[in-house]
C-alpha cells in the first residue's frame, strides 16, 4: 500500500499542482471570468451535490459505451486482419477506407437518428463509428508491418489458417492494434458526449450536455471532472490488459 | 536423409543478378557448409532451398521432386527472429512439434519439447520463459531443439552461430556436430557461413560461393571417415593445407572484385 502511493506520489502532487493553479486564476486572483470559469469554491460543492446523478449517469453510459467499444474491436480487428491479409481486397479498400474515416462521425448524427429505429441504437452507432476507424486502421496497419521473418518462420512451419491467425498474426500486430484501441477508447469517451444529446435522459455525457445549456459552468466542470476521472480508470484497466498481452515487448 | 540437386539455378533481385548459374549435387546425409562473402548470396540460395524464394531460372530438386515452397520437410535456422517472440520458448516447440506430428498428445509434446531442450542442454525452466528473457546463445539453442523436434529430413542453418560470442560459438558447433552425428539417418544439412574454420570443422561437404553474380567458385568433398574434433583438426597438416587453399581461393576472389570495381569509371 505504502509502495503504490510511494509510486503514484509524482501523479498525486502533479494533481494537486493543477487544481491549486486553477482555485489561484479562479477563485482566488479572479483572472478568469468566473461565469464561465467556476472556480474549485463552486465547482467542488456542485460535484458533492451530484454524485448521485453522476453515478446514474455512469451506469447509463456505460450501457452505451460497451456495446460500442466491444462491437468495433471485434469488427475492426477481425475486418483488419482479413483486408490486411488479402492484397487485393486492401488495395481496392485502402482509398474508401481513408476516406470513410475522415468523415467526422457528429455529422452523421441525424443520418443515425433517421436510420436507426431507437435512439439507443443511433448513439451506439456513433460511438461505434467513432471508435471502429481507429481500430481499422491501426490493425490494418499492423497487419502490413509484421516483421517478414515471422511469416516466413510461419510458413517453413506450415502454419495456416486459424491457427496462423491467432498465434502469429495478431500477436505480431498486437503493440499496433492496442494502440488503437487506446485511442478509439478516448474517442468513444469525446462521442458519448455527442450520442446522449439526443434521445438519453441521463449519463455522463447528457450531464454535461444538460447543464452546458443552461449555463452552469460549476455543474459542467464538475461533469468535466467526473467523466476524466472515469477515463483515467477505465485507461489504467486497459493498461493492465495491455500489460499482460504485450509482456513480451518488455519495454515499460 | 535426402538428396537435393540444385541446377543451375540463377536469382536476381528486379534487374540485380544475386545468384548466376549454381549447380550442386549432395548426397543425402551430407553436412554442406556455403563459404562466402557477405552479398554473395549465399542466404539467398538457403532461401531457395527453403522454398521462401523462388528461382529466376533453373531448378532445385530434393530427392527428385522440385521445391515448390516452404515446408517441414527442411528445417530452418535463422541467424535470429527463429523464435516467436510472443510465446514461450516451450510453446514455441511444442506448436512446430504439433504442426509436424498432429496426432501426439499435448502432454507429448511437451515431452518432446522438454527432451529436446535437454538435448541441447538447456534447463527445463527455460520452457516457461520468453524468447526475450533468454541470452542469444539461449535463444539459438532453443532455435536448435526446435529444428531437431520437428526432425526434417533436411535443415538449412543461415549463419546461426555468427551473433554470438567465441565460447558459446565452438560449444553449439559441437552440440549440432553430435545431434547430426547420433542420428542413424542422418540429415541433409545445409549451413551458410564466412567462418572457414566453421566451415572445415562442420562439413563434409565445403562450398564457396564467389561474387556478382554468385556462383560455386569451389568445392572440396572430404572422405568419408573425416574425424571431427577441433584438436585433431589444428594438428592434421593436410587440414591446414585445406584450410589455406581455402582462404586462398576467397582472398583471390577478394582480389579480383577490387581489380574490377577499379578499372571501372571514377
Known amino acids: ?252 | 536423409m535426402l538428396a537435393v540437386t540444385i541446377d543451375n539455378v540463377s536469382f536476381s533481385y528486379g534487374d540485380k543478378p544475386i545468384l548466376g548459374g549454381v549447380s550442386l549435387d549432395v548426397e543425402a546425409g551430407a553436412f554442406v557448409c556455403v563459404l562466402g562473402q557477405s552479398g554473395c548470396g549465399k542466404s539467398t540460395l538457403l532461401r531457395l532451398l527453403g522454398g521462401l524464394e523462388k528461382p529466376t531460372s533453373g531448378r532445385i530438386l530434393v530427392d527428385g521432386r522440385p521445391v515448390a515452397g516452404p515446408g517441414l520437410d527442411r528445417g530452418m535456422v535463422f541467424q535470429d527472429y527463429g523464435l516467436f517472440p510472443w510465446m514461450r520458448a516451450g510453446d514455441n516447440i511444442t506448436l512446430a512439434v504439433k504442426q509436424q506430428f498432429p496426432a501426439l498428445s499435448a502432454a507429448e509434446r511437451k515431452a518432446k519439447a522438454l527432451r529436446r531442450l535437454a538435448d541441447v542442454e538447456l534447463d527445463a525452466d527455460c520452457y516457461d520463459k520468453l524468447p526475450g528473457e533468454l541470452s542469444g546463445g539461449m535463444r539459438q539453442r532453443c532455435a536448435i531443439a526446435r529444428a531437431f523436434a520437428i526432425d526434417p529430413p533436411i535443415l538449412l542453418m543461415d549463419e546461426p552461430f555468427a551473433a554470438l560470442d567465441a565460447v558459446t560459438r565452438a560449444r553449439l558447433q559441437e552440440l549440432v556436430l553430435d545431434l547430426w552425428q547420433k542420428e542413424e539417418q542422418r540429415k541433409t544439412i545445409f549451413f551458410v557461413t564466412h567462418d572457414v574454420d566453421e566451415a572445415l570443422l562442420l562439413a563434409t561437404d565445403v562450398c564457396i560461393l564467389g561474387q556478382s553474380p554468385g556462383s560455386i567458385i569451389h568445392r572440396h568433398v572430404f572422405p568419408r571417415d573425416k574425424r571431427t574434433d577441433r584438436a585433431a583438426m589444428f594438428a592434421d597438416p593436410e587440414m591446414l593445407r585445406l584450410r589455406n587453399e581455402l582462404i586462398a581461393v576467397i582472398n583471390a576472389e577478394i582480389v579480383q572484385l577490387k581489380a574490377a570495381s577499379g578499372a571501372g569509371p571514377r
Open chain 1, 1 to 252: 500500500m505504502t509502495r503504490t502511493i510511494a509510486r503514484h506520489a509524482g501523479v498525486v502532487a502533479i494533481g494537486i499542482a493543477l487544481v491549486a493553479g486553477y482555485w489561484l486564476l479562479t477563485d482566488v486572483w479572479r483572472v478568469l471570468d468566473p461565469f464561465l470559469f467556476a472556480g474549485p469554491a463552486k465547482v467542488y460543492p456542485a460535484f458533492v451535490r451530484s454524485l448521485d446523478k453522476l453515478a446514474e449517469g455512469f451506469v447509463s453510459s456505460l450501457k452505451l459505451l460497451v456495446p460500442a467499444y466491444a462491437l468495433a474491436v471485434v469488427l475492426g480487428v477481425s475486418l483488419g486482419v482479413a483486408i490486411g491479409l488479402l492484397v487485393p481486397l486492401r488495395r481496392n479498400l485502402t482509398p474508401y477506407i481513408t476516406a470513410a474515416s475522415a468523415v467526422p462521425v457528429t455529422l452523421i448524427t441525424p443520418f443515425a437518428i433517421h436510420v436507426f429505429s431507437t435512439f439507443y441504437a443511433a448513439s451506439v452507432c456513433i460511438i461505434f463509428l467513432g471508435a471502429f476507424w481507429p481500430i481499422l486502421g491501426a490493425t490494418l496497419a499492423g497487419v502490413v508491418t509484421i516483421d517478414k521473418r515471422y511469416l516466413e518462420t510461419a510458413a517453413t512451419l506450415e502454419i495456416r489458417g486459424v491457427e496462423k491467425m491467432f498465434r502469429v498474426v495478431l500477436p505480431a500486430a498486437a503493440p499496433t492494434i492496442f494502440s488503437g484501441c487506446s485511442i478509439a477508447l478516448k474517442f468513444a469517451f469525446i462521442l458519448l458526449t455527442v450520442s446522449e444529446m439526443f434521445g438519453a435522459t441521463s449519463g455522463m455525457g447528457y450531464f454535461v450536455q444538460y447543464y452546458s445549456d443552461f449555463a452552469r459552468f460549476d455543474m459542467v466542470i464538475a461533469g468535466f471532472v467526473f467523466m476524466a476521472a472515469v477515463l483515467v480508470g477505465v485507461m489504467a484497466l486497459f493498461d493492465l490488459v495491455k500489460k499482460r498481452a504485450l509482456a513480451w515487448t518488455l519495454n515499460s
